[in-house]
């Protein structure tokens, strides 16, 4: 006796009926993951060569896209750009780290013991990133940084630990030139007493900031955000000293040894 199909079963779904699905999930993906912070812009061409389809397929895709609002298209210079839907994304996604829910004890601590903005950021391929700042401190004048903020390479202390911990493959938007020559001393420092310093002279706000491990690889920068006038650029000073103790002990809670790198 024949019997009935089965809908809405495992049986149904087999990988004739999902390829295609599959297949445009990836294709999708290959699209948005294609911009970068080097090339923020790309022309339908760049996409079509990228998706490696037809033109009208391409075309498509973006077309979708932007009605997801996960791409924008910029009439007047025919280009594509990713749209206003990927920094909520972006915003959820980093909020979803494992570092920023283990972290989240360590820096409320420390903001209780100094009194001073705590910054955690991370490495996201090209710079340092803001995923979480504690500013609940009882200054008259509070400094808040932007969850989300991409932080220069070489201007931010939190730039620059990344640059010292970091494999040279890994940054490879830093010219040669800067690694060998202007920073190579300051960065050699960094890992010797595991802080980095820096006091920019516009704007009266110092940030010291030290390496977060998990095993022997960097995962975050923990830092201190505060004003030239509260935060001292002695990186022995007592309150430097308790940034560094913090980030230890967050990188021991994230399975780092003692004797890792400026694990201990």
Do not use: C
Request: no cysteine.
């Amino acid at each position: 006796m024949a019997t009935k199909a089965q809908h809405g079963t495992g049986e149904q779904d087999g990988p004739d009926r999902t390829a295609p699905t599959i297949q445009t999930v990836q294709r999708a993906a290959l699209i948005l993951g294609s911009f970068t912070v080097g090339k923020p812009h790309m022309s339908l061409n760049e996409i079509t060569a990228r998706l490696g389809a037809s033109k009208a397929t391409a075309h498509r895709y973006t077309k979708a896209l932007r009605a997801a609002n996960l791409l924008r298209y910029d009439e007047r210079t025919s280009l594509y750009s990713l749209g206003p839907q990927v920094l909520t994304l972006a915003t959820a996604a980093r909020a979803g780290l494992p570092i920023v829910a283990a972290a989240e004890p360590y820096m409320e601590e420390l903001v209780r013991r100094i009194d001073e903005t705590i910054v955690l950021s991370v490495w996201d391929g090209e710079s340092a990133t803001v995923v979480r700042s504690v500013d609940n401190t009882d200054h008259m004048v509070r400094i808040s940084v932007r969850v989300g903020s991409r932080l220069d390479l070489t201007a931010s202390a939190q730039g620059r630990v990344f640059l010292a911990f970091l494999p040279p493959e890994q940054v490879p938007t830093l010219p040669r030139s800067v690694r060998k020559s202007e920073l190579s001393e300051e960065l050699e420092a960094i890992r010797q007493h595991g802080l980095s310093v820096n006091s920019p002279t516009v704007n009266g706000v110092r940030t010291v900031a030290a390496p977060i491990f998990e095993g022997e690889k960097i995962s975050g920068t923990l830092a201190i955000v505060g004003t030239t006038a509260t935060v001292s650029d002695d990186v022995k000073s007592p309150m430097a000293q308790a940034l560094l103790e913090t980030a230890r002990a967050l990188s021991q809670r994230l399975g780092t040894s003692e004797d890792a790198p400026n694990g201990g």
